[in-house]
């Protein structure tokens, strides 16, 4: 990665990431994309946000570049990624990054604001399983502001379709392989080129003490999200967009 005379390339670092990403969700930019437009039609274009289990940022900075005029805090366990976030934002008086573990329940204590607008996660709450993300759930029901909204992207396949889902499959794995003949870099060689940098060697080790190598969480529907939503407190919710391999449930308070 390159350096800068600053030291490490955050934004380098940060837009790697992106790429790596979007070998696995090549809709990645769409769903962003309906995410901001239903924040913007649900609470405005200077919201109060929590990017939840924000990893580098993602979404915070398709937030900012998209309504300047919004605040984010961004919440993650992940001692590597969150790494990354800092060193991007550093400066931005928008922006505050809060260590948490989700699983905890006073997790929220260190928040710097009693509720948001809106909470935006991507690809990461699968990291939980069913039982303690319906915790969750009920939870971020009492940071989310009445009129507030909530929004996850993650994968939701429905298991009653297992032919579809199967095609599917076989067809992004196709498109997969091509990408990896073109140079495409992926999940585990993306961890590895960040063991190599001495800015992240450290937190990136101390990031697999904590996950170990692989999620034992869940992908449930995009139904049992949006039901478990209206468990928890929420008063509509629903999938707002999906591909053929992901959703992104809205719900609203």
């Known amino acids: 990665m390159s350096e ?6 955050w934004r380098a670092w940060q837009e790697s990431w992106d790429r790596q990403q979007e070998w696995y969700m090549p809709d990645r930019e769409e769903r962003f994309r309906v995410m901001l437009d239903m924040v913007e039609a649900t609470v ?23 309504f300047p005029n919004a605040t984010s805090t961004g919440v993650d366990l992940d001692p590597a990624l969150l790494t990354i976030a800092r060193g991007s934002f550093a400066g931005d008086d928008r922006v505050a990054f809060v260590t948490a573990d989700l ?13 948001y607008d809106a ?23 009492g940071l989310v502001r009445d009129g507030g909204v909530l929004m996850n992207a993650d994968r939701m396949p429905d298991r009653a379709t297992p032919r579809i889902n199967a095609a599917e499959r076989a ?26 940098d001495p800015a992240l060697a450290g937190p990136t080790a ?18 049992w999200h949006a039901e478990t ?16 391999s992901d959703s ?3 719900a609203l308070k």
């Open 103 to 115: 699983t905890d329940p006073g997790w929220a204590a260190g928040l710097p604001y009693d509720s």
């Open 44 to 66: 405005g274009p200077e919201p109060r946000v929590l990017d939840l289990a924000c990893g580098t940022g993602s979404i915070t900075d398709r937030l900012l570049r998209r």
């Open 171 to 196: 067809h992004r794995h196709a498109a997969m392989a091509r990408a990896r003949e073109a140079g495409a870099v992926d999940w585990a060689e993306w961890w590895a080129l960040a063991a190599q």
């Open 4 to 9: 800068t005379a600053m030291g490490t390339d």
């Open 229 to 244: 939503l209206l468990a928890a407190g929420f008063g509509e919710a629903r999938a707002v967009w999906c591909s053929p």
């Open 206 to 223: 101390e990031r697999f003490e904590i996950y170990g190598e692989h999620s034992d969480g869940e992908t449930p529907s995009a139904r």
């Open 248 to 250: 992104l449930v809205l």
């Open 119 to 141: 909470v935006l996660s991507a690809t990461a709450l699968h990291w939980l399983r069913s039982g303690p993300l319906a915790t969750l759930y009920g939870q971020l029901a």
